[in-house]
């Protein structure tokens, strides 16, 4: 099933990329690297000391058959990992709740018997959680990461748990790599750091030695990874699930979360400065929402397709870094969120609120997705060991709460037992008692597969393909999203200290595109570019780009849910101010005064400006565009104030829309600001309809010119 080095050839470049190690590799099926023991490498063995001959991939009946329990290999891996720690989550930690309802608008009966998808105006109350992955509890808002997006749904059914991501891709195709992964990409364990981040050598050893996650590296380089807001992140379910009928007949299904707001992002530079301004950015964003009444709302959409599109498209649907861009089959938008309710209590909703990809209602089912298969396992592990025992549904945020579905079965005893169950039988079958509960046959939506094949552990070749929608991604975005990630590759490999690591990245960008790979090398100062790895599968270059795919092809011109902040000092006119927020108010923008001083400035006519912010305490960063109310006196007082200076002229580098009064120019030639499209002076209006538009992109300093 592996194909040998001896059978490839080998160049020099290509041996220098791989110097550090002492052994050769194989590759198998699925384009996978098996990194085999021999010469300074042991074998790998398991806990009890058995050889382990295969950690890539789980055991399957047949190469694209479903995953087998009996796989010890793979549950003594996981359930290990699932245990590290206590009482914090191993991934997705940092993380941040709040409760809403979902509405279906369009039914999809006749494809699915579930309920909530058949009966349009019912709304099924959720509670969702959104999350960065890598970083502890007391990690920031705004690191670059995966979000993760999960919703549950108490529906009449029982509950249903949604649990996905803000990318709709991922870096691994089998569910056993989960826990190399994640600890590559945690603090490095022998030294504790970095925090949140995947700039360091660890992370890239293990991105350069798996082909698999480059499709997903692009994603997390790109603005995907520094998103503005939660409101404003789209979700995604990344597997292909199963809609079943009431005649047991299957539809595949591919969900996907769309924000009304629109999506948007930070740039690099916004979200450093903001993780040390305000670390609880995203946190504070969501609750002040909710709180003042400007409720998150998301349409849902799906991808439906049947078997024969599933064996004429490009690409596997079983493979969980593939995608199937929205142009080849696009959304059907069938209902929407509104998340209208903050928590009463952070550790016990947030906190204790346990997502398991196994709870699905009948009528939605799984395939054989082999990264799915291994996620109905672990999270369910991972639960009953953070929160004390198999009794984690007892938990109030856990239980059921729709109508029609209490909690009925012979579970007894254990842990943290909230909810004991009454009678003498804990047993089934019974006849001592007349209301004990039994099966009831026609919940069942298990879709009637046939499955035939060995019993084996390899990936399927469907799955070899590592590198063509890396480029198609790469390609679907605009010129300024392209700099962004080659921007973003740089400053990664640049924390990476071994070169062998930094090269062999290199050498798999070079499998995407040629001259992706020369921008990086470039950047890092390599005199030449490494050749491209070895791969069995070149990357197709006759893949369209897909607009859907890029934040700024489809960025919406508006300031709803976006925050406009004025700067005012003593002399500013008071009516102006006024005016300017009536105005972004009427836009559905937040409107925020920083002034000077704590107890705010006095006006032109001698009235008290009160403040939201003190200047050092609300810097720019915190606002999607400014405005500069001053006087003359009060421009020249705040140009010898450095953080007003420095409130100026980050918000001129991150590129946002600065509207300003004529007085305000001392301050403007203080902090280094040129005019341009995106300076607006005494033209309110003018003003915010350019910061409707965005960010003025065009004073971005061109990296090609670098790189």
């Not at 480029?471 to 921007?487: A, D, G, K, R």
């Not at 890092?524 to 990357?539: C, D, H, I």
């Not at 200047?615 to 006087?631: E, K, Q, R, W």
Request: proline share 5%; charged share 25%.
């Amino acid at each position: 099933m592996l194909k040998s080095d001896t059978d490839k050839k080998v160049t020099p470049t290509t041996a220098a990329v791989l110097e550090s190690d002492t052994v050769g590799h194989e590759v198998g099926n699925g384009g996978e690297l098996h990194q085999v023991a021999g010469g300074t490498h042991p074998a790998m063995r398991t806990q009890g000391g058995v050889i382990i001959h295969d950690d890539e991939n789980q055991l399957k009946a047949g190469d694209r058959g479903p995953s087998l329990a009996e796989d010890h290999f793979y549950l003594e891996k996981t359930q290990h990992f699932d245990h590290e720690r206590i009482p914090e989550r191993i991934v997705h930690a940092r993380g941040y709740g709040a409760r809403g309802f979902f509405e279906l608008t369009d039914s999809l009966a006749g494809i699915t018997k579930a309920k909530i998808f058949n009966e349009t105006g019912i709304k099924t109350p959720v509670f969702v959680r959104f999350s960065t992955v890598a970083g502890n509890m007391g990690s920031f808002d705004a690191a670059r990461d995966v979000r993760g997006f999960a919703v549950k749904f108490y529906t009449n059914e029982g509950n249903w748990d949604l649990v996905g991501n803000n990318i709709p891709v991922f870096f691994i195709q089998d569910a056993i790599k989960f826990t190399d992964l994640i600890h590559s990409v945690k603090q490095e364990p022998d030294r504790g750091f970095p925090q949140a981040a995947s700039a360091h050598d660890t992370f890239w050893d293990f991105a350069s030695l798996t082909p698999e996650s480059t499709h997903m590296l692009m994603w997390v380089m790109s603005d995907r990874a520094i998103p503005r807001s939660f409101r404003m992140m789209e979700g995604f379910g990344v597997h292909t699930f199963r809609l079943i009928n009431e005649a047991g007949e299957s539809t595949y299904v591919k969900f996907h979360w769309r924000p009304k707001l629109g999506t948007q992002s930070l740039i690099w530079d916004e979200a450093v400065k903001i993780n040390g301004a305000d670390p609880d950015f995203h946190r504070r964003d969501l609750w002040d929402s909710i709180e003042e009444g400007a409720f998150p709302e998301w349409e849902l959409g799906v991808q439906l397709f049947d078997e024969d599109f599933a064996n004429k498209f490009d690409f596997d649907i079983l493979d969980s870094t593939k995608l199937i861009p929205e142009e080849i089959l696009p959304l059907r938008i069938i209902g929407r969120m509104v998340l209208d309710r903050n928590v009463d209590n952070y550790f016990a909703e947030t906190e204790q609120v346990a997502f398991c990809v196994r709870d699905v209602v009948p009528g939605i089912d799984f395939t054989n997705d082999p990264l799915l298969q291994g996620r109905i396992l672990s999270y369910v592990d991972t639960q009953i060991s953070r929160l004390g025992g198999p009794n984690y549904k007892q938990i109030p945020v856990n239980m059921p709460k729709g109508i029609g579905c209490p909690v009925m079965n012979m579970q007894r005893d254990g842990h943290m037992t909230i909810s004991p169950q009454k009678g003498r039988v804990s047993y089934s079958p019974s006849s001592l008692e007349v209301d004990t509960p039994r099966q009831d046959p026609s919940a069942n939506s298990t879709f009637h597969e046939a499955i035939a094949g060995d019993k084996l552990r390899v990936r399927a070749e469907s799955f070899g393909d590592h590198f063509s929608q890396a480029l198609q991604f790469f390609n679907s975005q605009t010129e300024t999203e392209q700099n962004h990630i080659i921007s973003a590759f740089i400053f990664e490999l640049s924390k990476v200290e071994t070169l062998p690591v930094r090269q062999r990245v290199v050498a798999q960008l070079a499998n995407v595109d040629q001259t992706i790979a020369d921008r990086v090398a470039a950047g890092l100062g390599m005199k030449s570019t490494p050749a491209a790895f070895p791969t069995g599968v070149a990357a197709r270059t006759d893949l369209k780009p897909s607009p859907a795919l890029s934040i700024l092809a489809k960025a919406p011109a508006t300031l709803k849910g976006r925050k406009v902040g004025c700067l005012v000092a003593d002399g500013t006119d008071l009516e102006m101010v006024k005016s300017l927020k009536a105005a972004a108010k009427r836009l559905g923008a937040d409107f925020a005064v920083i002034a000077p001083k704590v107890g705010g400035a006095t006006s032109a006519d001698g009235k008290t400006i009160e403040g939201d912010f003190q200047l050092a305490g609300g810097p720019s960063v915190l606002f999607d565009t400014v405005f500069l109310a001053l006087s003359e006196d009060g421009a020249k007082t705040l140009s010898k104030e450095s953080a007003a200076v420095q409130w100026v002229s980050d918000a001129f580098a991150h590129l946002k829309v600065i509207g300003t009064t004529a007085g305000a120019k001392a301050l403007l030639t203080r902090a280094g600001v040129t005019p341009d499209a995106g300076i607006i002076t005494d033209d309110a209006e003018a003003y915010l309809k350019a910061a409707a538009a965005g960010r003025t992109w065009d004073r971005e300093p061109n990296v090609r010119t670098i790189y």
